[in-house]
């Protein structure tokens, strides 16, 4: 039940019995809680990265990607070990090069996979990873407010392709009649 159809019921039940309030009110913040704690991906893609602090650094600035500083696992030396970074209501993770056989694709030689982004605005999203210094791999198709993707590479040779997120909305299953 929504919280707000819940204090509905409290506010009728409590009328009638005061007791019910003290009853009903654990019932009640814990589905507030649940409507508003952030909900993480299940599916968590993984990126083998050489030097992961340099990576962190540059997701941040040119793709305006952010750390979940939590979850960085760093060794006694120093050394960034793994660490996950969230755009929007995604979660990425970013690890050691080599780890579970996956490499990047500046270390095997070969692109194998790219990773699609969906961003508000395009074109503002582009000129701030140019900025940056991200290779651009494909221009942004369309022009001005109408540019609705483009691709580039980050440092290690990662394919990033960021679109227009009306272009992402999943479609809501149809059911046949």
Do not use: C, N
Request: glycine share 8%.
């Amino acid at each position: 039940m929504k919280p707000v159809d819940l204090a509905r019921k409290l506010r009728r039940e409590a009328a009638f019995k005061p007791a019910a309030l003290d009853r009903g009110k654990e019932t009640l913040m814990a589905a507030i809680q649940q409507e508003v704690e952030p909900r993480r991906p299940t599916v968590i893609p993984q990126l083998p990265y050489a030097d992961i602090r340099a990576a962190l650094s540059f997701l941040e600035r040119a793709f305006g990607f952010r750390e979940i500083r939590a979850t960085r696992l760093e060794g006694a030396d120093g050394v960034v070990h793994h660490a996950l970074v969230e755009f929007g209501d995604s979660v990425i993770g970013i690890g050691t090069q080599g780890a579970h056989g996956a490499v990047s694709p500046q270390r095997g030689g070969i692109e194998s996979q790219y990773l699609s982004v969906a961003v508000a605005d395009v074109a503002a999203h582009y000129q701030r990873a140019r900025a940056a210094g991200a290779r651009i791999a494909r221009e942004p198709r369309g022009h001005g407010a109408e540019a609705h993707a483009y691709e580039a590479f980050d440092p290690e040779g990662h394919r990033w392709r960021f679109v227009h997120q009306r272009l992402r909305e999943v479609p809501q299953e149809r059911t046949r009649a």
